[in-house]
């Protein structure tokens, strides 16, 4: 057993590559960064605190028990359950959160355990920007600080929910979490900045998101569903897996915990199943 710790805790350390790990923590969303250096990025956890716990234990050297950064990408959602006992186990060095405020359960629990620990909480919107000191480049590319909507009566409005572009040299990886198709819309206005190697599919593959035009304009050589076979909610929509076809596609229902590893120019996928 001590052996196999070792191993274990050996092949987890930096190797130099920048790993994206999209967890498979059933129908919610949670994603680890590890930049070549060993810096630690986590961008929500889902609703299952034992599923994300096992997840990043899987990832993670043994004995660590830090994360340099948590991000919210929304601050309302299933996405946050497993974050206040993530709290509880993890040392957070600083957490990231969209915009707009929040009365929901779950996130005001989360804020009382880090500011009882004095974490630091940032509320970001489009333009940020997190640079690491080994290249990652992290920025955020909606919500807009002041953002009004301009939909008509009766149409919906762009989601609060952060959206993080993620390059690593010319690997780019971009992570849509729960935004919908006005969302979309807005960012198809500086549609250069959409394109990306690897895209995590929005709001699990629904229809109400990931239009034909939007997933031209990102144009990705692999995308990402992280989804529940047991889902209720018919996701992902035959029309969007449909619109992938020509993309090479990864689901966590199908593929457990999916791992992109890049050095920059090249991309290796490996999944748990």
């Avoid at 950064?69 to 497993?82: N, P, S």
């Avoid at 206040?84 to 186990?89: G, K, S, T, Y």
């Avoid at 959160?97 to 009882?116: C, K, R, V």
Wanted: charged share 15%.
């Amino acid at each position: 057993m001590a052996a196999a710790l070792l191993y274990t805790d050996i092949r987890q350390r930096p190797d130099g590559a920048f790993h994206v790990v999209f967890l498979d923590v059933g129908h919610h969303n949670a994603i680890l960064l590890q930049s070549p250096g060993g810096g630690t990025v986590l961008i929500d956890g889902g609703r299952f605190p034992t599923r994300l716990l096992d997840g990043l234990g899987d990832y993670l050297p043994a004995r660590q028990r830090h994360l340099d950064l948590l991000i919210l990408t929304q601050t309302e959602g299933d996405d946050l359950a497993a974050l206040p006992e993530l709290a509880q186990r993890y040392r957070i060095g600083a957490v990231i959160t969209p915009p707009n405020e929040s009365l929901a359960p779950d996130y005001l629990a989360l804020l009382d355990q880090l500011q009882s620990a004095n974490v630091p909480v940032q509320a970001v919107y489009a333009g940020y920007q997190i640079t690491l000191s080994d290249g990652v480049v992290l920025e955020a590319l909606h919500p807009a600080s002041l953002h009004v909507a301009s939909n008509s009566p009766g149409e919906d409005a762009p989601s609060p929910n952060l959206v993080w572009r993620v390059q690593y040299d010319q690997a780019v990886f971009l992570l849509m979490g729960e935004s919908n198709a006005p969302a979309e819309a807005i960012l198809l206005q500086h549609p250069h900045q959409v394109q990306a190697t690897v895209l995590q599919v929005a709001q699990h593959g629904s229809g109400e998101a990931n239009s034909a035009r939007f997933l031209e304009a990102v144009a990705p050589q692999a995308a990402v569903l992280q989804v529940d076979a047991a889902n209720t909610l018919g996701h992902p929509a035959p029309g969007v897996v449909g619109r992938l076809q020509a993309t090479r596609l990864f689901r966590t229902d199908q593929h457990g915990t999916i791992r992109f590893s890049t050095d920059g120019e090249r991309l290796w996928i490996t999944t748990t199943r």
